[in-house]
Nanobody, 122 residues
């Protein structure tokens, strides 16, 4: 079992920055890649970014790759999502996700956090 605890959401204005954190715990939590998905009202949950188990490999969706940065602190087993130049269309509930590898991270399996709301006003 893997437990994921997100923090850092909030209300910001367009162009602002925000950092999300996700702390993973559980006996095997350090064996998983960690990433972020988001779900806006009325839309399907979509992949945002992911970090490999080691933190050396990352993957981004096209919509965020020039604005968001994912990083991992292996000592804390925590992944961070630095979000810059936020846009109103980034408004969503952001979910931390754990899966065996980045390439397997489709959202169809693995573990989920409870989600944190990010709201970007125009």
């Amino acid at each position: 079992q893997v437990q994921l605890a997100e923090s850092g959401g909030g209300l910001v204005q367009a162009g602002d920055s925000l950092m999300l954190s996700c702390a993973a715990s559980g006996r095997t939590s350090n064996l998983y890649a960690l990433g972020w998905f988001r779900q806006a009202p009325g839309k399907e949950r979509e992949f945002v970014a992911a970090s490999s188990r080691s933190g050396l490999a990352t993957k981004y969706s096209d919509s965020v790759k020039d604005r968001f940065t994912i990083s991992k602190d292996n000592a804390k087993n925590t992944v961070y999502l630095q979000m810059n130049a936020l846009k109103p269309e980034d408004t969503a509930v952001y979910y931390c996700h754990a899966d065996v590898t980045i390439s397997a991270m489709s959202g169809a399996r693995g573990y989920w956090g409870q989600g944190t709301q990010v709201t970007v006003s125009s």
